[in-house]
């Protein structure tokens, strides 16, 4: 099993910047890739990007591609999601998400493992 601790999330205006961290233990060895989803209230939960563990494959969103990077760090067990030109429709909770299974990034059931999330406010 893999455990994933969120954190970096908060509220910014309009055109700020966050760094979201996710840091991960257990089994992470076995895992394939990570995964940064959000979900912001009345809407479905959105794979925002993904990376896998080795770093050779990423995924973005057409919404964040130019704004956000995601990043790994395997010495850390952690990734990263920088997130630039913030603005209101990216308020939502994120949450990291591992896989253990291979294929396509954005196959969003393929995540099995959620962290606790952490909160992105983005006001004007």
């Known amino acids: 099993q893999v455990q994933l601790v969120e954190s970096g999330g908060g509220s910014v205006h309009t055109g700020g910047s966050l760094r979201l961290s996710c840091a991960a233990s257990?089994?992470?060895?076995?895992?394939?890739?990570m995964g940064w989803f959000r979900q912001a209230p009345g809407k479905e939960r959105e794979i925002v990007a993904a990376?896998?563990?080795?770093?050779?494959?990423?995924y973005y969103a057409d919404s964040v591609k130019g704004r956000c990077t995601i990043s790994r760090d395997n010495a850390k067990n952690a990734v990263y999601l920088q997130a630039n030109s913030l603005n209101t429709e990216n308020t939502a909770e994120y949450s990291c998400?591992?896989?253990?299974?291979?294929?396509?990034?954005?196959?969003?059931?393929?995540?099995?493992?959620w962290g606790q999330g952490t909160q992105v406010t983005v006001s004007s």
């Open positions: 998400e591992a896989r253990t299974t291979d294929g396509e990034l954005s196959s969003t059931e393929r995540y099995d493992y």
């Open positions: 990376i896998t563990w080795s770093g050779d494959s990423t």
């Open positions: 257990g089994r992470t060895f076995s895992s394939y890739a």
